[in-house]
């Protein structure tokens, strides 16, 4: 049984989607405190998940746009990234489609904290070695399945696939940090795109919740493409570690 909704309920989930898209943008980790939320608010935790996968779908796009226009998209080797990404999507979706809430709740809300904490802690991850040269999935050991578990966490949670996208992007394939978030988008919008597909065929969406989400993270994604153009995110994993045990500590209470 889903919850009854109010207005404020929704003017929430979209104030939140715009935060939520920046910190998206900027890092990664903004389903972090979309999923949470919806959780308190009575939102079951497949559909809070699979609903969430619209409004990340169209920030996606919002935010490649912005880094294309700004000359900042790397494209010479999407291909061999998207090909695990997306395999990893399907699989991921397909766990999260299936698993019953009484596991899904907590398996989301341990991966999503766990995942915050091993970025705040190791935030040399997302450090592009000196004077590197950037690589190609083919010719870079581990890369090919490193990307098809990044593939796989994404589809199932979402939640915080950047913080694990950025460190083979920046750390392993040698894209600076500004491209390396343009990749990101890249490989969020493929994998959404197989596990929205996946979510809407086992009827996990709550449409209204998912396109108010959507007009939130669209506005966001614009924000956060300016701002990533002149910021580092070193702030933003700061604010979002707190809000992450503030929001996960929440959902648990509930």
Known sequence: MMTDLTLWHYLAIAALGIVASIVNILAGGGSNLILPLLMIFGV??????GSNRVGIFFQSIAGIRGF???DK???????GI????????LVGSLLASILPNSVLKPALLLTMLGVAAITFFKPGLLLTP???KVRKVADTPWAWPLLFAAGIYGGFVQAGAGFLMLPLFAGLLCYDLVRANALKLVCT???TAVSLAVFIWYGKIW???GGVLAVGNIIGAVIGVRLALKLSPNTMRWI???MTLVAVAGALWK
């Open 44 to 49: 079951p935790p497949d559909i809070a998940n």
């Open 68 to 70: 294309k226009q700004a």
């Open 73 to 79: 998209l790397p494209t010479a080797d999407l291909r």
């Open 82 to 89: 998207l090909v695990p990404m997306m395999l990893g999507g």
């Open 130 to 132: 000196e004077n590197a």
């Open 189 to 191: 919008l493929a994998f």
């Open 207 to 209: 449409w209204l919740v």
């Open 240 to 242: 979002l570690f707190v």
